[in-house]
């Protein structure tokens, strides 16, 4: 269905997202299936826990061979024998059958104060939880996760995050051509690529709390026909990335001679 989709020409944001949406719903399924069994076998759940997307899918963006990223996010101060079997049963009845499907999952187990621990000591993390959403789980346990990271967020000095953020755009460009004038671009990691349009949106979501163009549009950082350029180049490079996935049947950023046309 989702190939069908695509191949009626409908935006690549949109087939991105109907396919975030189709794997929110099997984890979903996996997750309370997981809960029936852990009460059958074992009692009472010991505490509540929230499964999240983080990275790509955390965007509601996915390609048909993107990494699925989760977080399995738990209370502070849990601990012993039940805790531990509650983790390893979630782990196993989700985890396990998406392998089995052959996608590619990036999985941590964390509560909020490692989460953001992990946030302070590596910037793929704080993008990660920058993106982080919801897919089921308890809402109040996300939410403060959410507040905490917001709260350490205000608190860091943004201009060094930008300038790590700068350097590494600058690094990545030199590691792939350094110029939009490539016969085989990487669509991914290039100048003008996916990445630089997550890279402004990360910045100004920590700099001023702005999380779509849409915002930075409204407080007159970026001009409306600037924005719905950026837009459009934007979905139409995911639009090609999941047509490079479905030809090449594994994920690929680069746009090889044969198969622009």
Known sequence: MLRRYHQKSESGLKVCQARAAMVDVVIENLFLAALDLYTTQHGA???KMAVLATGG???RELNPHSDIDLMFLYPEKKSG???TTFQQVLAEEILYPLWDFGWKIGHASRNTKEAINEAK????SKNAILESRIICGSDPLYINMQTRFANYCKKENSTAYIQQRLADERDRHAKFGN???LQEPDIKNGVGGLRDYQNILWMA???FGYG???EINQAKLLRRHLRNEMEAAYDFLLRTRTELHLQNRRP???LDLEQQA
């Open 252 to 254: 690929t950023d680069k």
């Open 57 to 59: 899918y955390g965007r």
């Open 121 to 124: 000591n590596e910037i793929q």
């Open 81 to 83: 024998p039940h805790f």
């Open 45 to 47: 759940i010991p505490c």
């Open 179 to 181: 110029t939009v004038y």
């Open 212 to 214: 779509s163009f849409r």
């Open 205 to 207: 979501n920590i700099k």
